[in-house]
């Protein structure tokens, strides 16, 4: 059974950073595409950022390019996300998830494996 632990979520005033982690456990890590979503009260899930198994290829919604960094590390089976200049709008639950497919997925139904959720609250 894979399973998906996330962590490092809490509460940070505007324009701090934050590091999530995405620890994975009972699965091939190393051949699966990873991804972070969010998702805020009455929204839906909103695609954040995504890496292929090799690291080389992250994908970025385009409001948090040049502040998000997705990278993994295979020889820790996680994956990690990176918010610097951290925003209100950046609040959210943020999830991990995981693919099977070999491009880097964008979309909910493509991932195969999620995690719970970790909070992030960002202050004025």
């Known amino acids: 059974q894979v399973q998906l632990v996330e962590s490092g979520g809490g509460l940070v005033q505007a324009g701090g950073s934050l590091r999530l982690s995405c620890s994975v456990s009972g699965g091939t890590f190393s051949t699966y595409s990873m991804g972070w979503f969010r998702q805020t009260p009455g929204k839906e899930r909103e695609f954040v950022a995504a890496?292929?198994?090799?690291?080389?290829?992250?994908v970025y919604i385009r409001s948090v390019k040049g502040r998000f960094t997705i990278f993994r590390d295979n020889a820790k089976n996680t994956v990690y996300l990176q918010m610097n200049s951290l925003n209100p709008e950046d609040t959210a639950v943020y999830y991990c998830a995981a693919s099977r497919l070999g491009t880097v997925p964008g979309r909910e139904h493509e991932y195969d494996y999620w995690g719970q959720g970790t909070q992030v609250a960002v202050s004025l």
């Open positions: 890496i292929n198994w090799s690291g080389d290829r992250p």
